[in-house]
């Protein structure tokens, strides 16, 4: 997500707190900004975890499984 849209939102925050508060478009916009941005955290966390690495005691990498997932 690009910084002018995180600074849109952090605009839309600042004046929902206001008195005037938000229009009903502008809460809509906010909705539809907050969802970019979390699926932009949830994808970066999810190509960093593919990329993970498990080392144990014994110094052997396995790669990390996503849950439920077993190798067979």
């Known amino acids: 997500m690009d910084q002018k849209r995180i600074d849109r939102i952090n605009e839309l925050a ?3 707190k206001t008195p005037e ?7 809509q916009e906010r909705a539809v900004l907050r969802r970019e941005y979390i699926d ?3 994808g970066s966390l999810n190509r960093e975890l593919d ?16 849950r439920g997932e077993k190798k067979g």
């Open 51 to 66: 990329n993970t690495w498990v080392v144990d005691e014994k110094g052997n990498k396995r790669k990390l499984e996503k």
């Open 14 to 16: 600042r004046k929902a």
């Open 40 to 42: 932009s955290v949830l």
């Open 21 to 27: 508060g938000l229009t009903e478009e502008e809460v």
